[in-house]
């Protein structure tokens, strides 16, 4: 059996307190980080893909107008006109060119939705096992710690109290 040499039972009670309080900070800390990871799923799985489906159901309006305004031009030129709808041509073709970096972007929006779906699923198994840690183990090491720190209280009276009884070898006193 070894023994210890316990010299400040304040110290242990006052690390039994730092424990309950890191335990208390760090599962703050792991919450925020949760909910950070959330938003930033939600972000990436709804918000982007959403903005980029919309901008592509602008863009496709935006080419069916600008074909329909080509194709009115178009025939309502005459034979001798010299400038047949370039100013719409082009408009067509800015269309065309905004639809698929549009389609593009939607595209790439899925992609990444699924790669930070993944990349959030991995952090947060380990952000429950830190909660884990925050909401049972230290609590349950600071609670242990405490007993150990009542126990060498309880030890260090008894030792006190018999010390102070302890009758000296001059002292003795026969009794009949």
């Known amino acids: 059996m070894s023994t210890s040499n316990v010299r400040d039972i304040e110290c242990l009670d006052s690390f ?9 900070d760090w599962d703050s800390a792991t919450q925020e980080i949760r909910m ?3 938003r930033i799923e939600e972000y990436f799985k709804q918000e982007r893909p959403a903005y980029w489906r919309r901008q592509t159901q602008l863009a496709e309006r935006y080419l069916t107008e600008a074909k329909d305004n080509l194709s009115r031009k178009r025939a309502a030129t005459r034979p001798g006109d010299s400038a047949p709808a370039t100013e719409a041509a082009q408009r067509v073709i800015r269309a065309e060119r905004r639809l698929r970096v549009c389609q593009e972007k939607e595209r790439v929006a899925k992609a990444w939705s699924i790669e930070m779906s993944q990349q959030c699923e ?7 096992d830190m909660s884990e840690h ?5 609590p349950e090491a600071a609670r242990e710690l405490g007993g150990l720190v009542e126990k060498l209280r309880l030890y260090a009276e008894l030792g006190n ?8 070898s ?6 009949p």
């Open 16 to 24: 039994k307190t730092g424990l309950i309080r890191l335990a208390a």
């Open 36 to 38: 950070s990871v959330h």
């Open 122 to 128: 991995e952090l947060l198994g380990p952000l429950a």
């Open 134 to 138: 925050c909401q049972t183990l230290l």
């Open 161 to 168: 109290a018999s010390s102070g009884s302890r009758p000296d």
């Open 170 to 175: 001059t002292d003795q006193t026969k009794s």
